[in-house]
């Protein structure tokens, strides 16, 4: 998980928007939560994806399996050696570019 902070003061829409038109289109986007604490869900495939939130002038960048059931087993594939470098190099990369990309567009 990574926290920055940020010069700008996008929405969760407008952090959303920008991933899709510039990060990349063969992500899929979507929300998740209620009223202006939303956070973007990265979907790359059923085992590798981000939760981007917002909270003031901060962005966390957590990634995780975007796969609810898989997410909950998280903790106990990351423990086995094997499984965990299987899922954990794909979720590293992105969590990395993503954090890129968002502090050059929004620092």
Do not use: C, W
Not at 63 to 77: E, G, I, K, T, V
């Amino acid at each position: 998980m990574k926290v920055f902070t940020i010069t700008q003061d996008p929405s969760t829409e407008d952090i959303a928007q920008t991933l899709e038109q510039d990060f990349s289109s063969k992500y899929s986007y979507r929300f998740f939560g209620i009223g202006k604490s939303k956070s973007v869900i990265v979907q790359k495939s059923e085992f590798v994806g981000a939760q981007i939130s917002k909270s003031g002038n901060q962005i966390t960048v957590h990634a995780q399996s975007p796969n609810l059931l898989l997410s909950f087993l998280d903790p106990f594939l990351t423990g086995m050696n094997v499984l965990g470098s299987i899922f954990n190099s794909p979720l590293k990369k992105l969590e990395a570019d993503l954090v890129i990309f968002l502090k050059n567009k929004y620092s």
